[in-house]
Structure formats: C-alpha cells, structure tokens
C-alpha cells in the first residue's frame, strides 16, 4: 500500500534553514507529481510546493514561500525534499508530503503522518 514517511522537521530559529524528506513507498514514484503542504495551528491547510513527473520537473510554489523554499525529487531514492531556508515564525506549522493523483501533483490522494517545523527565538 501507499505509504508516505516525512522527516526533518525540528525546532529552528527566525532565517534558519531546514530540510524535509518524504519517503514514498507502494507505488511508482517517478511516475507522479509529489506536494507538499503545511498547517499551522487555527488555520487550514495551506498549499506550499508542487513537483510534477517526467523528465523535466515542473515546480510551482504558494507565493509566501517563493524564493525561500525549494521543491525536489530523488527517482532513485523515491524521495520528494523540501528545502526551506530564511525561515520565518509563520512558517511555523505541520508540514506533510501528498502524492498527486496524476503527473501533476494535485489534487493529492493520499497523505503522509506530517512532521512539525517549528521557528522560534
């Protein structure tokens, strides 16, 4: 079955960087678009990177994490990162990879457990 295993998160402070790793298992992983979302407490989910399939990985990024964050793919390792550097408090959040149902990425059918980020001097 579809299991997805994030990991990475951790305490950090204001402009630190992180990166995040989700593990993707029980499907072919290069042939699907990955996401990565986050929420943080009190609010909804936010939509914050997305990677397509193929050759050429299409990546597009919510506008508060352009230029700070980074979404890649590992085939080999069935991996999906999110880099995240310069963080801010309001990154602070629950943060969880999704498969996409297609190449694209979205909508996301399955989910994994989520890892806590947490920015704080």
């Known amino acids: 079955q579809v299991q997805l295993v994030e990991s990475g998160g951790g305490l950090v402070q204001p402009g630190g960087s992180l990166r995040l790793s989700c593990a993707a298992s029980g499907f072919t992983f290069s042939n699907y678009g990955m996401s990565w979302y986050r929420q943080a407490p009190g609010k909804e989910r936010e939509l914050v990177a997305t990677?397509?399939?193929?050759?050429?990985?299409?990546?597009n990024y919510a506008d508060s994490v352009k230029g700070r964050f980074t979404i890649s793919r590992d085939n080999a390792k069935n991996t999906v990162y999110l880099q995240m550097n310069s963080l801010k408090f309001e990154d602070t959040a629950v943060y969880c990879c999704?498969?996409?149902?297609?190449?694209?990425?979205?909508?996301?059918?399955?989910w994994g457990q989520g890892t806590q980020v947490t920015v704080s001097s």
């Open positions: 990677i397509t399939s193929g050759g050429y990985s299409y990546r």
């Open positions: 999704g498969k996409g149902t297609t190449w694209r990425g979205l909508p996301v059918d399955y």
